[in-house]
């Protein structure tokens, strides 16, 4: 394992969580008929792997997992969706927390891609020292 298979790990975490985040955002809004029907956030759960040769720590991803956040009971008889007591259930996505978690993974992947351009660079230099 070397430094390019490490960044290559981190940055496959990270587009993991932003898809789970642009998931999580395209199904903001979204109403259902019943409590167990409604869409539940997604979030991948990570966990570090070492190598027992190198010694260096990557991540990968273990599962995806729903969040166990309660349903927003609405009361809305004239929605097509409504139970017989009138009410849908809207998605319990916090547009604003995904919106940052997306900012967050997208800037870890840019320092990652970084990383690499700064290795490759260093080694270039050094062969050119040669």
């Keep these: 394992m070397n430094l390019f298979t490490v960044a290559q790990r981190g940055m496959s975490a990270q587009l ?5 985040a642009a998931s999580n955002l395209a199904n903001a809004g979204a109403v259902a008929g019943s409590e167990s029907a409604v ?6 759960v ?11 720590s990557t991540v990968r991803v273990d599962r995806m997992m729903r969040e166990n956040t309660a349903p927003i009971r609405r009361h809305a008889p004239d929605h097509p969706l409504a ?15 995904e919106m940052v978690e997306i ?12 990383a690499i351009q700064t290795a490759k660079q260093l080694m270039l230099e050094t062969m050119r020292s040669k």
């Design 16 to 20: 993991v969580r932003m898809n789970a």
């Design 83 to 97: 139970d017989a007591n009138g009410d849908v259930w809207d998605s319990p996505v916090n547009e604003t927390a």
């Design 39 to 44: 869409y539940r956030p997604v979030r991948p």
């Design 46 to 56: 990570f966990s570090a792997e070492t190598d027992a040769s190198s010694g260096l």
């Design 103 to 114: 900012m967050e993974s997208s800037r870890q992947y840019q320092n990652l891609v970084e």
